[in-house]
């Protein structure tokens, strides 16, 4: 293991990577506990506002993921991530100055919100064809493992220290913190010059978008465990974002010691992202998507948890199982995808999953508001949880997510 890890780390450009991965996630840390509380201190908010607010960056981010794919494959993953980053660090940079001179607003919010889904659309498809343009194929789960590594640390920095900000200081300065990480983060990856995803010459260049999407899709489709693990992960998804955006923080505030309490279960979280990542770093599975899957029920544990509430130590025990089982999976999935999927398609096939991965999280974010408002946050809880534990067990049910080996298909060794 120490010698896998001695590898990656004599590549500049994968040192560079994620060092800029840490320092954005630091500020990903504190996003959810100031976007939250930032919105629940207006005058006026409730948890319909939160639902707006974080309803308005992820319909954006829904629309756009398809167009991303094909736009990080035309013109360069490593730029594409750079310029959206920047771009994203002052919007946000706007919303925490908002916030720290007393003018923020949720129609404020939701506008910048909008954008940043945007930016993010365009940077998700880009960032997650980065790693086989850095390292050999050989490496790839650990490269992939151990930048999750990295950006769970960032992600359990941000959060250790977000709470108190938010209690001491105000949501606006821990907002700022997030935006500053972007730009630099951005600036470190568009310094990084990769190639295209695609072919450079100019017959690739000329192939029109609509046939390139057709293309992306026939290597999305034909492959039916993708579509069925996307399918059942947009239903899990949808209930896991409703939770994170608009419950958790409501119930915190409400049952709990709001911002505090938030903040030690985020960083419970952020350590089991650490844990799991140091497990796929090493832990080579036969089968990983068995494995992936068989793990995400977790995340429905702590939702009920959190109804309760069990004791603070229970619930931050929970966040750490869900943080182990939703970066153990996103690595064995990251990892079936990059040895699977022929790699000029990578970006595109990756905004496919992106895309159907997050279609319903809007959906889940728009009515946590709501359900909240008629049957109590208690009560949500209970039903989201029980929801989430159903949808992501209905993928062990194929016998293509259960035998999937690890190691390139005979057609992708072939191309």
Same mark, same amino acid.
């Given at each position: 293991m120490f010698r896998e890890l001695t590898d990656l780390w004599q590549i500049r450009q994968f040192r560079r990577l994620f060092t800029a991965r840490v320092i954005s996630n630091i500020g990903n840390g504190m996003t959810p506990i100031a976007l939250a509380f930032g919105v629940l201190s207006l005058k006026g908010a409730d948890a319909g506002s939160l639902s707006y607010v974080t309803t308005a960056q992820m319909v954006p981010l829904v629309l756009f993921l398809i167009v991303g794919g094909v736009a990080a494959d035309r013109f360069g993953r490593s730029q594409l991530v750079g310029i959206t980053d920047i771009i994203g660090g002052v919007v946000v940079a706007?919303?925490?100055?908002?916030?720290?001179?007393?003018?923020?607003?949720?129609?404020?919010?939701?506008?910048?919100?909008? @954008?940043?889904? %945007?930016?993010? *659309?365009?940077?998700?498809? !880009? #960032?997650? /064809?980065?790693?086989?343009?850095?390292? +050999?194929?050989?490496?790839?789960?650990?490269?992939?493992?151990?930048?999750?590594?990295?950006?769970?640390?960032?992600?359990?920095?941000?959060?250790?220290?977000?709470?108190?900000?938010?209690?001491?200081?105000?949501?606006?300065?821990?907002?700022?913190?997030?935006?500053?990480?972007?730009?630099?983060?951005?600036?470190?990856?568009?310094?990084?010059?990769?190639?295209?995803?695609?072919?450079?010459?100019?017959?690739?260049?000329?192939?029109?978008?609509?046939?390139?999407?057709?293309?992306?899709?026939?290597?999305?489709?034909?492959?039916?465990?993708?579509? @069925?693990?996307? %399918?059942?992960? *947009?239903?899990?998804?949808? !209930? #896991?974002? /409703?939770?994170?955006?608009?419950?958790? +923080?409501?119930?915190?505030?409400?049952?709990?010691?709001?911002?505090?309490d938030m903040g030690y279960m985020m960083l419970a979280f952020g350590v089991g992202g650490v844990l799991g990542m140091g497990v796929a770093i090493k832990w080579r599975p036969t089968h990983p998507l068995l494995i992936a899957v068989a793990i995400l029920p977790a995340a429905g544990i702590w939702m009920l948890s959190l109804a309760v509430p069990l004791p603070l130590l229970v619930l931050m025990l929970a966040a750490c199982a869900t943080g182990i089982s939703m970066d153990l999976f996103y690595a064995l999935w990251l990892t079936a995808l990059h040895m699977h999927v022929p790699q000029d398609a990578l970006s595109r096939v990756g905004s496919y999953d992106a895309f159907g991965s997050l279609a319903l999280a809007p959906v889940g974010l728009f009515l946590a508001g709501p359900l909240t408002h008629l049957i109590g946050a208690k009560s949500a809880l209970l039903s989201v949880g029980v929801f989430a534990l159903a949808t992501c067990l209905i993928p062990l049910l194929s016998h293509e997510v259960r035998t999937l080996k690890s190691g390139p298909s005979p057609v992708h060794r072939q191309e």
């Open positions: 706007i919303s925490a100055i908002a916030f720290l001179t007393h003018h923020a607003s949720i129609p404020l919010l939701c506008v910048n919100g909008f @954008i940043f889904g %945007v930016l993010n *659309a365009l940077w998700y498809p !880009a #960032f997650s /064809g980065l790693m086989p343009l850095i390292v +050999p194929e050989a490496q790839l789960q650990s490269a992939n493992s151990l930048l999750g590594v990295g950006a769970n640390l960032g992600f359990t920095l941000g959060a250790s220290v977000a709470g108190i900000i938010v209690s001491s200081a105000g949501s606006g300065w821990a907002i700022l913190c997030d935006a500053l990480s972007f730009i630099v983060a951005g600036f470190l990856v568009f310094a990084l010059h990769l190639p295209k995803g695609m072919d450079n010459d100019s017959t690739t260049e000329r192939v029109p978008i609509f046939q390139q999407l057709r293309e992306g899709w026939f290597e999305f489709s034909s492959r039916r465990w993708i579509v @069925i693990v996307v %399918v059942c992960y *947009a239903f899990y998804n949808m !209930a #896991f974002e /409703g939770f994170l955006g608009v419950l958790a +923080p409501v119930q915190s505030k409400e049952a709990l010691h709001g911002a505090t």
